[in-house]
């Protein structure tokens, strides 16, 4: 019922900017915290940024005054601003959304929570 699509991913050169955009679809009833992972090869997946429904944010260490995180909820999208990026960002990125969605006809709707992954996007900081 639900849908995360990523966008923006691609090849850079050392201190350049790529924005990622990952837009939510569906039968989607509100939308709490969304954020962005990456997973580089051959290391765990890790948290990069975070942002609740009413705008606060949260950065890992490495990221912190590089990237911006940010939603636009009328288009259920959220944003990555990824400025003097480094070969070390070099990641899969994923987005994800704890949301609830409904089902069933109108009058009658069950909403269930779940937390959604988008597909995920190639990042790549040339070294």
């Known amino acids: 019922q639900v849908q995360l699509v990523e966008s923006g991913g691609g090849l850079v050169q050392p201190g350049g900017s790529l924005r990622l955009s990952c837009a939510a679809s569906?039968?989607?009833?509100?939308?709490?915290?969304m954020g962005w992972y990456r997973q580089a090869p051959g290391k765990e997946r890790e948290l990069v940024a975070g942002?609740?429904?009413?705008?606060?944010?949260n950065y890992a260490d490495s990221v912190k005054g590089r990237f911006t995180i940010s939603r636009d909820n009328a288009k259920n999208t959220v944003y990555l601003q990824m400025n003097s990026l480094k070969p070390e960002d070099t990641a899969v990125y994923y987005c994800?959304?704890?949301?609830?969605?409904?089902?069933?006809?109108?009058?009658?709707?069950?909403?269930?929570?779940?937390?959604?992954w988008g597909q995920g996007t190639q990042v790549t900081v040339l070294s």
């Open positions: 942002i609740t429904s009413a705008s606060s944010t």
């Open positions: 569906g039968r989607i009833f509100r939308i709490n915290a």
């Open positions: 994800n959304a704890d949301l609830q969605y409904y089902t069933g006809n109108t009058g009658s709707y069950v909403y269930t929570a779940r937390v959604y």
